[in-house]
């Protein structure tokens, strides 16, 4: 599953689905995070899933990934990192009236799914109907091919005569 950094041990438990599991009292499927730290930049590791502030976590983790080559490389991509994360601090919504607006859209957008309920809701009984009306039609051509049918039998047997 994952080939584990020679920096950090192997984790010991693992559950029936085979997924590593933390070394608490009660021990939980280890969850995937990655570093933020200029000395691990973006690197993958596993970790116990109680949040660190609230005091329960184990010291179970393990790197995913290698550790990158040199301090240059922790550098170049823990800036990326930190230039990523203000851009995207830049995307967020910080006026209320961009916030409001935001809501708006929201309102109008449900309104328009609910619409569309409504579209569907009526299109399937059109269906429904169309379909009831398909089979009184293909009841009366099977009606109407017997009723050729026998009509020219009987004329067949008149010209016969």
Known sequence: MYAFS???????LKNEK??????????????LRKATTLTNPARRFLCCPHPS????QCDAY?????ELPSDYYKYEMYNLMQQAGSQ???????D???????????????KQIAEMGNDMHLL????????KELKECR???????RFVMVMLVFVILYLMK
């Open 6 to 12: 020679f920096k950090s041990k192997t984790p010991k």
């Open 62 to 66: 393990y790197f995913i990934d290698d």
């Open 88 to 94: 995207n601090k830049q995307k967020r919504p910080t």
């Open 18 to 31: 085979g997924q590593y599991l933390c070394e608490c009292a009660n021990p939980l499927p280890l969850v």
């Open 139 to 145: 009841k009366n051509v099977v009606f109407y091919k």
């Open 96 to 110: 209320n009236t961009q916030i409001a607006e935001m809501g708006n859209d929201m309102h109008l957008l449900n």
């Open 124 to 131: 399937k009984t059109e269906f429904i109907n169309m379909e």
């Open 53 to 56: 502030w609230s005091g329960n």
